[in-house]
């Protein structure tokens, strides 16, 4: 009797570890994986990243530095790949795959990097010297919050969206 009580305590525990487990994968991730595929001037572009909500705090210039490489997404490093060679911002870059990162700056003109070292966790390793492409551009005022960073492709390049920004990069 005894051993049939305790292979009953233990398959209960067993089911209730397992259901515990089963129902904290069931919560939805703070930052979820995301990738966005897409065609740009005969270029197959693939933009994987991880998806950060704002939830209310004060993104630029506070959650995520001014002046300072940033991930361009959360958890590892976004990474950028095209099958072909491609010009952005008017500048080289050959077909391969790449960590993006961004550098934030309060004028509005921030710098976008692809980095040769596609297999990154954020930035905290990053390093310029395998900078393969560092280019300036323009950012936009979205009309409204975009609560969840996005990545968008276009005809004409892509952008990422989020909070009240968006960050367009050009692609010919």
């Known amino acids: 009797m ?3 009580i305790k292979s009953i305590t233990m398959l209960v525990t067993a089911i209730t570890i397992s259901a515990s487990a089963m129902a904290q994968d069931a919560q939805p991730k703070p930052s979820p994986a995301a990738t966005v595929t897409g065609k740009v001037k005969g270029a197959t572009i693939t933009i994987n990243y991880s998806s950060p909500a704002v939830k209310g705090r004060k993104i630029w210039g506070s959650l995520e530095a001014y002046d300072k490489v940033w991930r361009a997404g959360a958890n590892e490093a976004t990474t ?5 060679d491609i010009m952005v911002e ?5 077909a391969g795959k790449y960590s993006f990162f961004l550098i934030p700056k309060e004028s509005g003109t921030w710098t976008a990097i692809f980095n040769k070292e596609p297999k990154q966790w954020g930035a905290y390793k990053y390093e310029e010297g395998k900078d393969a492409l560092r280019v300036d551009v323009k950012t936009k005022a979205l009309k409204a919050t975009q609560e969840r960073l996005v990545y968008k492709i276009t005809k004409t390049g892509f952008s990422l969206d989020w909070d009240k920004i ?3 990069v050009a692609i010919k």
Not at 80 to 84: A, G, Q, R, S, V
Request: hydrophobic share 30%; aromatic share 6%; net charge positive.
């Open 166 to 168: 968006s960050v367009p």
């Open 80 to 84: 950028f790949e095209t099958d072909k």
């Open 2 to 4: 005894k051993k049939m």
């Open 90 to 94: 008017g500048k080289p870059l050959a």
